[in-house]
Structure formats: structure tokens, C-alpha cells
């Protein structure tokens, strides 16, 4: 199994953060007795033991294709991704929930609340080091898309899974202060077992999530608009076909893009024109989209009048000759060096009569 370390940047952070503070948070589990600092506990040692799987499941992606999977294995990082939301809502959600509502209905006083204190607060800055390091890394492919579209629409699993644990554990390490601190004014150990439980809703609400982000990946999610557009672009920039027909496009991996399109040839066109068109027309989108991995393209005569609109793969190619918009876009500035955002192609010349 190999990772490349430097793409996994982010997990890498929120693994050694993870670890550290599981550790740290369990000991002052042991001092303290607080539910809430059970309940963070086990979410740490989920986060910690998420963070392998996405590990395994980058590793295990890279591996050759074979003759059972002649389209290779890119889809298990969208499975260990969903692995990790499962691992979200049974070891952390239903863990603190249940351990919150045990200690609401066996109320317990806390022993060294300052120990609690002072972890929290270590723990605080440790998840803050690991979020800060994975928005550095998200900033580099986000473009202008703003936070939510970029983890509803990202095809790499790994980011949106950092960033979404560790804006939970921050969240969660805010109960499990008000949850300490409630405990000790009131004396009423009960407010300790209401941090749980609002842990473990909150760990619950992360991993529904995930995984319905992460189902959407496996079933299988087409190109982003901008790259189907830049797909069309470019088998329609030579003269050797006259149009693109229909398009379907889906990613067999987060850097892997398996596109099949029908496109108009003329009818006058012998076997061998066609051939070296379809040829010329793939090399031209391995160029423009290098994303664009496996390409099947089938000649066709065009025939508008049995074009059926309501078909998806039709109206891609009509969404990507329409204008482009602030909105299509994202509303910023495109990076070249993001899959899921890429620079935009240059624009075709206008189509001439013969081109039709």
C-alpha cells in the first residue's frame, strides 16, 4: 500500500492531533470521572481511527486494475470515506449518547475539575492546529466556491471528512466545557451527562453528513459543469466532427473521469475518416482535461428532431454551449491546478454554417 503523504497533509495533521489528544483526554477521564470527557474521549479515538481508514482507502485505490475491476479501484476511497461516517455515528454518536443519558439518570460529582480545565483547553488548540492545517489545504482546490458547495460537490473524500470532524470536535470540546463547568457550579452532576448527550447528537448530525456525501460519491457523480464544458470544447474545436450529441460523464475516482459521448459525424465520411477523427478528437480532451482517463466515443449521424431533451446526457451538452455564469463558476477565480475546479478552456471560434 502506498500514500503519498504530501497529498495527505491534512489527515496526516488530524491523525497526530487525534492521538495525542485521545490519550490526554482519556487520562483526565480517569482523574476526573466526567462523562463529558468520556464522551470526548471516544470520539477522539474515532477521529484517530477514521483518519487510518482514509490511510487504507488511498493506499488501496492505487492499485492496478484487474479483469474483475478493469476500471481499477478509485472508488474505495469513496468507500472508506462512508466506513468513516458509519465509524462516526456507532463509536463516537452512540457511545456519548448512551453514556450521557446513564450518567443524567446516575448523576456523579466530577473529581479535579481542573484537570478537565486544562485538557480541554490543550485539546482546544490541538483540533484548532489540525482544522487551520486542513483549510490551508482545502484553500489551495476550493477556488471561489464557498464552504458548503465545496464539500458537497468535492470528489475527494479526505478533505471534507477532516474538515467536518474537526469543526465537530470543536463544537464538541464547547459542550464538554459547558457540560464540566455547569456540573461544578450547580453541583449537579447531571449537566456533565447533557454534554455527552449534546456530543453525541452532534457527532450523529456530522456523520448523516458524511455519509449521504459520501453515497452520492459511490453511486456515482458526473464532471463538474466546468469540466464537462471544457469536455465538449474540445471535441468539438477540430473540424473532423460536427457535434457533440450527448455526453455522460462520471468519476470513477477523485482524479479519474470516465466519459462516453455520442458524436455527429457526416454521412459522406469514410470508416478510416471516422476512426482517425474519433482518434484526434480524444487526444484533443486527454489534453484539455487530463482527468479524462478512459474515453468512449461513438459516431453518429445527428438527428435533432429524435434529440429527447429531458435525456440528462443531452442537456450536459446544452448546459456546457450556454454562456457561463458568475454562478456556474463558483462566482471566483478558477485554479488550474484543481480537478474539480480547473482553469477554463479557451473559447471555441464561432461555428460556421458547414460546421452543422
Known amino acids: 500500500m502506498r500514500v503519498d503523504w504530501r497529498e495527505m497533509r491534512a489527515v496526516v495533521a488530524a491523525f497526530a492531533a487525534n492521538l495525542g489528544i485521545a490519550v490526554i483526554k482519556f487520562v483526565a477521564f480517569l482523574l476526573t470521572g466526567s462523562a463529558s470527557m468520556l464522551a470526548e474521549s471516544v470520539h477522539s479515538v474515532a477521529d484517530t481511527g477514521n483518519q487510518v481508514l482514509l490511510f487504507v482507502g488511498r493506499g488501496r485505490s492505487a492499485r492496478p486494475a484487474s479483469e474483475e475491476h478493469p476500471f481499477g479501484f478509485g472508488?474505495?476511497?469513496?468507500?472508506?470515506?462512508?466506513?468513516?461516517?458509519?465509524?462516526?455515528?456507532?463509536?463516537?454518536?452512540?457511545?456519548?449518547?448512551?453514556?450521557?443519558?446513564?450518567?443524567?439518570?446516575?448523576?456523579?460529582?466530577?473529581?479535579?475539575?481542573?484537570?478537565?480545565?486544562?485538557v480541554l483547553a490543550l485539546s482546544f488548540v490541538l483540533e484548532s492546529f489540525s482544522l487551520r492545517t486542513?483549510?490551508?489545504e482545502a484553500n489551495k482546490v476550493r477556488g471561489g466556491r464557498n464552504w458548503g458547495t465545496f464539500i458537497r460537490r468535492s470528489k475527494?473524500?479526505?478533505?471534507?471528512?477532516?474538515?467536518?470532524?474537526?469543526?465537530?470536535?470543536?463544537?464538541?470540546?464547547?459542550?464538554?466545557?459547558?457540560?464540566?463547568?455547569?456540573?461544578?457550579?450547580?453541583?449537579?452532576?447531571?449537566?456533565?451527562?447533557?454534554?455527552?448527550?449534546?456530543?453525541?447528537?452532534?457527532?450523529?448530525?456530522?456523520?448523516?453528513?458524511?455519509?449521504v456525501e459520501m453515497k452520492s460519491l459511490l453511486i456515482g457523480e458526473s464532471a463538474?459543469?466546468?469540466v464537462q464544458r471544457m469536455i465538449v470544447d474540445a471535441l468539438e474545436?477540430?473540424?473532423?466532427?460536427?457535434?457533440?450529441?450527448?455526453?455522460?460523464?462520471?468519476?470513477?475516482?477523485p482524479d479519474s473521469i470516465l466519459v462516453a459521448a455520442k458524436v455527429a459525424v457526416r454521412g459522406t465520411d469514410t470508416a478510416a475518416q471516422v476512426a482517425a477523427a474519433v482518434d484526434t478528437a480524444e487526444r484533443r480532451v486527454r489534453t484539455a482535461v487530463p482527468l479524462a482517463k478512459l474515453i468512449y466515443l461513438e459516431p453518429d449521424i445527428y438527428r435533432p428532431t429524435k434529440a429527447d431533451l429531458a435525456d440528462p446526457a443531452i442537456r450536459a451538452v446544452q448546459r456546457s454551449h450556454s454562456p457561463v455564469s458568475p454562478a456556474t463558476t463558483g462566482g471566483g477565480p478558477m485554479k488550474p491546478e484543481n480537478p474539480e475546479n480547473p482553469a477554463p478552456a479557451a473559447p471555441n471560434?464561432?461555428?460556421?454554417?458547414?460546421d452543422t
Do not use: C, Q
Open 75 to 118: 472508488r474505495e476511497r469513496y468507500f472508506y470515506g462512508f466506513v468513516v461516517s458509519v465509524m462516526l455515528f456507532t463509536v463516537g454518536a452512540a457511545f456519548s449518547v448512551y453514556d450521557g443519558i446513564h450518567k443524567i439518570i446516575n448523576p456523579e460529582e466530577i473529581r479535579s475539575p481542573l484537570i478537565a480545565f486544562i
Open 134 to 136: 486542513a483549510i490551508g
Open 156 to 211: 475527494a473524500p479526505e478533505l471534507p471528512v477532516v474538515l467536518l470532524e474537526d469543526l465537530a470536535a470543536l463544537i464538541g470540546l464547547t459542550f464538554a466545557f459547558a457540560g464540566v463547568a455547569l456540573s461544578v457550579l450547580t453541583s449537579d452532576g447531571r449537566w456533565d451527562g447533557i454534554g455527552s448527550l449534546a456530543i453525541g447528537l452532534l457527532l450523529a448530525t456530522a456523520a448523516a453528513i458524511l455519509a
Open 224 to 226: 463538474s459543469p466546468e
Open 237 to 253: 474545436a477540430g473540424p473532423e466532427l460536427a457535434r457533440v450529441i450527448h455526453m455522460r460523464t462520471v468519476h470513477i475516482s
Open 349 to 354: 471560434p464561432p461555428a460556421t454554417p458547414g
